[in-house]
C-alpha cells in the first residue's frame, strides 16, 4: 500500500514536501518514483529512486526537484522547490515490485505499466 500526502495549494516559487508512505512488502527491492498527470494530459514521470540510491529526473524538474527515501521509515519524499504553474498536478508515488533494472530506474527508461503500485495521489496547485 502506498499513501502520498504533503499536496496543497502554493504560489509560484514556493515549495512543498511530498511524501510517500509504504507498507505491505518489502521496501527495500524496489525502484520507487514519483509521477504526475495533469487534466488532459498523460501521466508522467517526474524522478525515480532505486534502492542503491541513484536517481533521476526528467529534465523539467531538474534542478528543482529532490527524490529521496528514508529506508528506516519506509517513506519516499519528493522535495518540490521553485514551483512554477507548470507543475500543477496529481502527484502519484509508485513502486515496481522489483521487476525493474537499476540501471532502467536511475536513466528514466521505463513506462508506466512497470510500475504495479500506485498511491491515491496528492493535488498540488500552484498560483501565479
Known amino acids: 500500500q502506498l499513501v502520498e500526502s504533503g499536496g496543497g495549494s502554493v504560489q509560484a516559487g514556493g515549495s512543498l514536501r511530498l511524501a510517500c508512505a509504504v507498507s505491505g512488502y518489502k521496501y527495500s527491492a524496489l525502484c520507487m518514483g514519483w509521477f504526475r498527470q495533469a487534466p488532459g494530459n498523460e501521466r508522467e514521470a517526474v524522478a525515480s529512486?532505486?534502492?542503491?540510491?541513484?536517481?533521476y529526473y526528467t529534465d523539467s524538474v531538474k534542478g528543482r526537484f529532490t527524490i529521496s527515501q528514508d529506508n528506516a521509515k519506509n517513506t519516499l519524499y519528493l522535495q518540490i522547490d521553485s514551483l512554477k504553474p507548470e507543475d500543477a498536478a496529481m502527484y502519484y508515488c509508485?513502486?515496481?515490485?522489483?521487476?525493474?533494472?537499476?540501471?532502467?530506474?536511475?536513466?528514466?527508461?521505463?513506462?508506466?505499466?512497470?510500475?504495479?503500485?500506485w498511491g491515491q495521489g496528492t493535488q498540488v496547485t500552484v498560483s501565479s
Open positions: 509508485a513502486a515496481d515490485g522489483g521487476i525493474l533494472p537499476g540501471k532502467y530506474c536511475y536513466s528514466g527508461q521505463y513506462t508506466i505499466d512497470q510500475f504495479a503500485y
Open positions: 529512486i532505486y534502492i542503491d540510491g541513484n536517481t
